[in-house]
């Protein structure tokens, strides 16, 4: 992506302007393997690796890397990678790896839920190939009324009674649901917590399994 920037430089003893005008090149980068994975208790996290971009110039060798994985410890763990390119201009991946337990690992909670309050909107969650990974296309529960409306959000099953939407770029901005649990010890599974989003409360929301 490239941007004209404009400036102007003034000469104070003839007072005229002239307009001087760059252009520059915005990073990339491409993240190989997956943006959301899993692994299990006990398993060691193996980088996937990515390229970073200033137009067709590798700049990968300077970007950096932040963040870890515990895989000793259950969660939704975030690596974050950011290219700069010769102007300043900066912009940041981020991959999501869950460590899962095998409680959790061996259920499938995927399926449609209904909030029961609010909208009473459904929430379809749709099981991925790694194990406690799902995509949430309705985190608040709001009314969906075409697939167009889909919110789409990675969401981890790390515990058996834990669930959570890490913080995320989403069609409604930066979204995270916090405080995540799951249930299915009544009558029919369910599943809680608080979205975090400009547009959304910070009630409790819940939803249980049609």
């Known amino acids: ?25 915005y990073p990339t980068i ?16 193996t980088e996937p690796g990515f390229t ?11 970007a950096v890397v932040e963040g ?12 974050s990678y950011t290219a700069t390119n010769s102007d300043g201009f ?10 899962i337990t095998p409680a959790a690992a061996a259920m499938d909670i995927s399926g449609q839920y209904q909030r029961n309050a609010g909208a009473f909107g459904i929430a379809t969650v749709t099981k991925t190939k790694y194990p406690g990974l799902y ?6 529960g709001i009314v969906i009324k075409t697939e167009a409306d889909n919110i789409n959000v990675y969401m981890f ?3 058996k009674t834990v669930v ?20 299915d010890s009544g009558e029919k599974p369910k599943y809680s917590w608080v979205c975090i989003n400009s547009g959304y409360g910070t009630a409790l929301r819940i939803f249980i399994k049609l």
């Open 157 to 159: 099953h790390t515990e």
């Open 52 to 62: 970073a971009l200033e137009g067709d110039k590798d700049i990968t060798s300077s």
């Open 1 to 25: 992506m490239t941007l004209a920037l404009v400036a102007f430089v003034f000469t104070a003893c003839e007072k005229e302007s002239l307009g001087v005008s760059k252009i520059t090149t």
């Open 164 to 183: 959570s939407v890490p913080s995320q770029d989403s069609k409604v901005g930066e979204f995270a649901c916090i405080n995540g649990t799951y249930d």
């Open 90 to 99: 900066s912009y940041t991946a981020r991959r999501y790896v869950g460590v």
């Open 30 to 45: 491409e993240l190989k393997g997956d943006v959301a994975m899993t692994i299990l208790v006990g398993e060691t996290y």
């Open 135 to 140: 995509i949430n296309n309705n985190p608040g």
């Open 68 to 79: 870890t994985v515990d895989g000793n410890t259950p969660g939704v763990y975030v690596i």
